[in-house]
């Protein structure tokens, strides 16, 4: 009998459905298991911190954090592989996985809990799955109380008054070329999906699942669509694509995106943590980007650095990273 793998999450987690994925692409044997009182008693019996996913592992070994959690499946399972077969094309999947996690969250979690209509159905959603039988004056108690605590953290990714609009023009760009990209490839990296399809699907799939960034997908975007259903259950579907063929469309995405938004917010963002102060602002699209620190980006950056740092020929790396902005935070 093959051996299961047990991964707890939701699906209106965007790490959750990221790591689904990956199982789904890879065909290891799982069970998806919605985390609400019917699975609590194992779920705290493995989890170390309270978040989802969680993977159990045919051991007993408990999984967390979602983009180390693959890094080290992937070793197991190494076939078929999510890692272009250059080193350039490798590290550049790396730093859009890590781009879809952190900024692409942010687009995500601010159209949830911004407007009233997407409040409601988020919350909605979410009480529903914690209590699939709750009778109705209990699942409204706990749809307002949901919509309450979640509406009061959007600050934790950078969304208030003055970052909104800086939050949805870079949604609106971003959608528009991942659909000009999607129109000649498959996936972010040829007709097969990369490390950085995961991170940035978890995101875009669950944006999609709300009444304004889904309407606005669906309005605009008709080949990103196709890739967010197409990733539901990845597959092999050719080869993987050179960077001179993907530079006409995956260009943009690296340079109006992660060199001029990412970047320099990641890059402000673990100065503030050095630093100790309570908020910093940065300039982004010539307008003042200003939040609470995120602690825990500063070591995923520092990670994204060693992984920059053990590409062995990083001339060809660096002039495209050079190019698309995203050298000279890569090399601090």
Known sequence: MAEIYRIFGSEMSPYSVKVRSWFRFKGVPHVWLLRNGATRAEYEQHAKIPIVPLVVTPEGQALQDSTPLLEKLE??????????????????????????????NKWMFHYRWARPVDQE???GRIARGMAPMAEEAAFAATAAQVRARMVDRVWFVGSNAGT??????????AIGQLDLHFDRHRYLFGDRPAFGDFGLWGQLYCAWTDPTAGALIEARAPQL????QRMLWPRVE???ASWAELAPTLGPVLTGQVGARFMPWT??????IAAGVESFSVELDGAQWTQKPQKYHARSLAALREKYAAVSDRAPLDAI????GCLDALRA
């Open 75 to 104: 070793g197991v399972f190494p076939e078929p592989s999510v890692h272009p077969d250059g080193p350039t094309e490798r590290f550049l999947s790396c730093l859009l996985e890590e781009f879809g996690d952190e900024w692409g």
């Open 164 to 173: 909104a609009p800086l939050i949805e023009a870079s949604f609106l760009a």
């Open 121 to 123: 159905s988020a919350a």
């Open 267 to 272: 890059v402000a963002n673990a100065a503030a």
């Open 238 to 240: 050719g080869g993987w």
């Open 225 to 228: 669509l196709a890739w967010i």
């Open 321 to 324: 990273l050079a190019q698309t």
